[in-house]
């Protein structure tokens, strides 16, 4: 129950950022009009000198910059944080340092539309939960205290900042865009914008929106439920298998690998297929999913082989791997256009506060009981989700234009 109270911690830290993101890129984005150079502006100048609106613009590419360069030191503080053995207090503040700054870097990120990149940067996530593991468990294998692991994961925290320096350093072509703009909004707010057309003076909007519907509530509900339980079984599975299953301490943490890898294939591979695939494709491909990962759920509850969970494990991580990419898919193509990100965000957020919420029960529920309960709390979460799959719309709901004056 104690080690699952981080994943609440990751629920507060995910919540506050995504809360924060757009006053974070609003005061980062910041610059002058009036300077002539060509280079990302301190928004603690801008702060403390109190400028007039009218004399400051917004930069996109600089406050993406920023954000990178800013709250990729969150991977750094948190590993020092972690290693410094100060106890549990100290490290549930390091799971809300490194989830907040996780979700103000993601925020900049987030596409109105998915692409193959979109789920390729899914993919990539995944690896990195591969790797992780065996590390560490072939640092605990050879003796070495804990804490050497997150001293060690230091360097790799240097090496990506300075990459994403380089990589995310905009451009001249990027700043003069955005300065471009500026002072065309700049202009257009002084009252120098040009007359009204009738495009835009007696024309009303046309916006298109599927009729019918799913709410965002049911995809918000659908992201909390699956988080939640691909949460509990990757987070819990090594106590699981070292409780009921007599596993090896020494090898049973390469499972959470094995569910990884399953996860960073399923999704790398999703990514190339989804754009050739159906509205209707997919729906009954990710139902198979659900189906096929219930099946290796009952397995592991039902045969008593560290070799056969640890096998059905890795499997879950396969057809668990395209679902959260094609659950964003469906809001894309459920929702409307001009709601894309926002109700992207909704749903990646539902998902980190499932992330939270149902580790945490199952740590309380086994911890009152016994571990041999997590596979109870496994098997109907995903037989939950399948149920609720099938409840989403087999072909895709018609457009329907709808009028809306525009606002002079």
Not at 160 to 165: E, I, P, T
Not at 342 to 349: E, W
């Amino acid at each position: 129950m104690t080690s699952s109270l981080l994943f609440v911690g990751t629920t507060c830290g995910f919540t506050s950022g995504t809360l924060f993101v757009p006053h974070i890129m609003a005061a980062l984005g910041r610059f002058y009009l009036s300077d002539p150079k060509l280079a990302p502006t301190s928004p603690f100048h801008i702060a403390l000198s109190r400028p007039s609106p009218k004399s400051v613009g917004h930069s996109a590419f600089q406050a993406r910059f920023l954000v990178v360069l800013s709250f990729s030191l969150g991977a750094p503080i948190t590993f020092c944080m972690m290693g410094s053995k100060q106890g549990f207090p100290t490290m549930f503040m390091a799971y809300i340092v490194i989830s907040f700054a996780r979700a103000v870097l993601t925020g900049p990120f987030m596409s109105s539309q998915i692409s193959r990149r979109f789920g390729y940067a899914f993919g990539v996530w995944s690896l990195g939960a591969v790797a992780s593991p065996l590390i560490f468990q072939l640092t605990a294998a050879a003796g070495l205290p804990w804490s050497h692991f997150y001293f060690g994961s230091l360097v790799l925290a240097a090496t990506s900042l300075m990459f994403l320096s380089v990589t995310f350093y905009p451009t001249a072509l990027e700043f003069a865009m955005d300065r471009k703009n500026a002072l065309a909004q700049a202009d257009s707010h002084a009252g120098r914008s040009p007359p009204p057309t009738p495009d835009t003076d007696d024309v009303p909007h046309i916006s298109s929106v599927a009729s019918n519907r799913t709410p965002p509530a049911n995809l918000s509900l659908f992201a909390l439920l699956y988080c939640g339980s691909e949460t509990t079984t990757q987070g819990l599975i090594v106590q699981y298998l070292l409780a009921e299953r007599s596993g090896n301490p020494q090898t049973t943490g390469y499972v959470t690998s094995g569910f990884w890898a399953g996860v960073t294939v399923s999704r790398i591979a999703w990514s190339y297929f989804s754009p050739r695939i159906t509205f209707t494709g997919r729906k009954y491909i990710i139902q198979a999913s659900l189906a096929l990962a219930f099946g290796m759920q009952l397995l592991i509850w039902l045969y008593n082989s560290n070799v056969e969970n640890a096998v059905s494990a890795s499997l879950i991580g396969v057809f668990f791997g395209p679902i959260f990419p094609a659950c964003l898919e469906l809001t894309n193509d459920l929702l409307p256009v001009e709601l894309n990100m926002l109700s992207m965000a909704i749903v990646s957020a539902s998902g980190s506060l499932g992330s939270a919420i149902f580790p945490f029960i199952t740590g309380v529920i086994t911890t009152k009981y016994s571990m041999k309960d997590w596979s109870y709390v496994t098997v109907t979460q995903a037989a939950v989700l399948s149920i609720a799959w099938f409840l989403f719309p087999t072909r895709q709901p018609v457009r329907q234009p709808i009028r809306r004056a525009v606002a002079l």
